[in-house]
């Protein structure tokens, strides 16, 4: 069975960093590509960054130069280091396995997802 659970999300002021961390379990890590997806209130989900399985990464472009995604193999981890975080930043955050086609980065709001971690940017 497959297991994802976020942690590391908070209430942040606006410039302010977080780190999220993300324990995977029940199926090949190593060889599997991860996700970090994010929802706002009234908004979708919204694909955030993706590593592969190679360690090569992709990012949403309003997040580039301000996030980077890394993974530890050896402890099925995956890490989301938020920099000069933004009120638009503001969502639950999930990690998802494999490879999920997100057209324009907008994703299926029904995929099977964990529980998330919050991270609310506010003064």
Known sequence: EVQ???????????GGSLNLSCAAS???FSQS?????????GKG???????????STYYL???QGRFTVSRDNAKNMIYLQMNNLQSEDSALYYCKEG???CPNSW???NLSRGQGTQVTVSS
């Open 99 to 101: 490879f999920i086609n």
């Open 33 to 41: 590509h991860m996700n970090w997806l994010r929802q706002a209130p």
């Open 61 to 63: 472009k309003s997040v």
């Open 26 to 28: 029940g199926f090949d």
């Open 4 to 14: 994802l659970v976020e942690s590391g999300g908070a209430l942040v002021q606006p």
């Open 107 to 109: 994703c299926d709001e």
């Open 45 to 55: 989900l919204e694909l955030v960054t993706r590593i592969y399985d190679d360690g």
